[in-house]
């Protein structure tokens, strides 16, 4: 995984918690020997790493019907709220926490294990018949989603691009991934244009760039693949000449700037006083993981995965990931 180079990011969503019956099966590496587990677990936060919980959950209800999970999408943002207040087992986040929230678990006396869960390739789509921007660079992106920006049309991205009305679509101020987008492409996280049609549902998203020829918009590279025949994905030049992301891409930061990872975030107190809590986590970093591939995100290499586990195991406390890790690699990131 050398070469893949950290920038901060973030998802979102929002919705009541839906309560959901799980078991853990196969959980390796960790304490928790998966049968017969009770009680709930309770976790919120990023709609983007949504689907990879929602696959651990479902996999695990097939042996233990007694334990429950509650899962709810308030986006990255609204889920650290949420963890912090002590409402919440697990968060789930598009980017690394916050200072500012690190700051308010320290005050609480609040410890905390960040757990690495697969790696994104954050996707800017276009409409399936859209045939002049199948790719685009970092300074056009940035042309059009600065804050301030006047670009209403697409002939005022690049010469020879038609006269068309320019519809925008992203996610909302609360999403991690509207955190790492507009950090990396505008340079500094939450500044963006506020004139876009924003929602904190990716399918709203979906639905309309799918509905608009002049249409594009951004998020996770999951709901993209789920929604290909609706969608194009557009290739990025970072600097080296467009690449579209694709699970080697991805995988190899070859997509740049837009690779990231994602997390979940674990209270150690919860951890430590519900073993299925500890079981949701084993089966995420054991078998679990295979689960990532699966749902349209790349999985972290056995190696990384290993040490992550070392690290929940002995409960080491804190974030790695927050602060300044521009042009480390992951491996140098996890070892710090």
Same mark, same amino acid.
């Given at each position: 995984m050398r070469g893949f180079n950290l920038v901060h990011s973030t998802a979102a969503a929002a919705g009541a918690a839906v309560l959901i019956s799980f078991s853990a099966v196969g959980c390796s590496g960790g304490s928790s020997s998966g049968e017969g587990l009770t009680g709930t677990v309770v976790i919120d936060g990023s709609s983007t790493v949504t689907p990879i919980m929602e696959a651990i959950s479902e996999e695990m209800m097939l042996e233990n019907p007694n334990a429950n999970i509650a899962m709810g999408t308030s986006g990255t943002g609204g889920g650290f709220k949420k963890f912090i207040a002590g409402e919440t087992d697990i968060t789930m986040a598009s980017r690394p926490i916050k200072d500012s929230e690190n700051e308010k678990l320290i005050a609480g006396e609040i410890d905390f294990v960040e757990i690495p869960c697969a790696f994104?390739? !954050? =996707?800017?789509?276009?409409?399936?018949?859209?045939?002049?921007? &199948?790719?685009? &660079?970092?300074?056009?992106?940035?042309?059009?989603?600065?804050?301030?920006? &006047?670009?209403?049309?697409?002939?005022?991205?690049?010469?020879?691009?038609?006269?068309?009305?320019?519809?925008?679509?992203?996610?909302? =101020?609360?999403?991690?991934? /509207? $955190?790492? /987008? &507009? *950090?990396?492409?505008?340079?500094? %996280?939450?500044?963006?244009?506020?004139?876009?049609?924003?929602?904190?549902?990716?399918?709203?998203?979906?639905?309309?760039?799918?509905?608009?020829?002049?249409?594009?918009?951004? +998020?996770? +590279?999951?709901?993209?693949? *789920?929604?290909? %025949?609706?969608?194009?994905?557009?290739?990025? $030049?970072?600097?080296?000449?467009?690449?579209?992301? =694709?699970?080697?891409?991805?995988?190899? %930061?070859?997509?740049?700037? !837009?690779?990231?990872? !994602?997390?979940?975030?674990?209270?150690?107190?919860?951890?430590?006083?519900?073993? =299925?809590?500890?079981?949701?986590?084993? +089966?995420?970093?054991? $078998?679990?993981? *295979?689960?990532? $591939?699966?749902?349209?995100?790349?999985?972290?290499?056995?190696? /990384?995965l290993d040490m992550i586990q070392v690290h929940f195991d002995e409960r080491v406390s804190g974030s790695r990931f927050s602060g300044h890790t521009e042009g480390k690699t992951f491996e140098e990131i996890l070892s710090s």
């Open positions: 994104d390739g !954050l =996707t800017v789509v276009i409409n399936p018949d859209n045939d002049w921007a &199948t790719n685009l &660079t970092v300074a056009e992106l940035n042309k059009i989603w600065e804050p301030g920006s &006047t670009v209403q049309n697409w002939n005022q991205v690049r010469e020879g691009f038609p006269d068309m009305p320019l519809s925008l679509y992203g996610p909302g =101020t609360d999403s991690g991934t /509207f $955190d790492y /987008f &507009t *950090e990396v492409i505008n340079g500094e %996280g939450g500044a963006s244009r506020s004139d876009y049609s924003a929602s904190e549902d990716d399918n709203v998203l979906v639905q309309g760039v799918a509905g608009q020829k002049g249409a594009l918009g951004y +998020f996770g +590279f999951a709901y993209y693949e *789920e929604n290909k %025949g609706k969608l194009a994905a557009v290739a990025i $030049d970072g600097g080296s000449g467009p690449v579209l992301p =694709t699970m080697d891409t991805i995988k190899s %930061g070859e997509y740049s700037p !837009l690779s990231r990872p !994602l997390f979940i975030y674990v209270r150690v107190d919860k951890a430590d006083a519900n073993p =299925t809590v500890a079981a949701v986590v084993d +089966f995420l970093l054991g $078998d679990g993981s *295979e689960l990532v $591939d699966e749902v349209g995100y790349v999985s972290i290499p056995q190696n /990384f």
